[in-house]
Nanobody
């Protein structure tokens, strides 16, 4: 059983920063050597899109991807086996939406970029509001 739980959403003023944290429990975290963890976001009436991902091969980060709309103002990190953090600075109203943590039991190395259809496990999501 794999579970993912996100924390850190909320209301932020434009130009502010946010740190989201995802905690994963289950066999992927600690047993699997090849796997993927990622952050996606979904705005109203829009598709879920990748924000950032890390793909692990033999237990080591092999590919790290940041979407173009957060490059230069965002960082993804994995401080421990179970946690995936996402920091986004200089937030704009376009960053608003529900942010989801996702995981796959595969490293997805055959993909140029992780997509929502590659993710087998999702958290419940955490809402981010960017408003003055």
């Amino acid at each position: 059983q794999v579970t993912l739980e996100e924390i850190g959403g909320g209301s932020v003023q434009p130009g502010g920063s946010l740190k989201l944290s995802c905690t994963g429990l289950g066999p992927i975290f600690g047993t699997y050597m090849d796997y993927t963890m990622a952050w996606f976001r979904q705005a109203p009436e829009k598709e879920r899109e990748l924000v950032a991902s890390i793909r692990f091969v033999t237990g080591r980060p092999k590919y790290e991807d940041l979407a173009s709309f957060v490059k230069g103002r965002s960082a993804i990190s994995k401080p421990n086996m179970h946690t995936l953090d996402l920091q986004i600075d200089r937030l704009t109203p376009d960053d608003a939406g529900v942010y989801y943590c996702g995981a796959s039991a595969q490293a997805l190395t055959h993909r140029s970029r992780v997509t929502a259809s590659d993710i087998g496990y999702w958290g419940q999501g955490t809402r981010v509001i960017v408003s003055s």
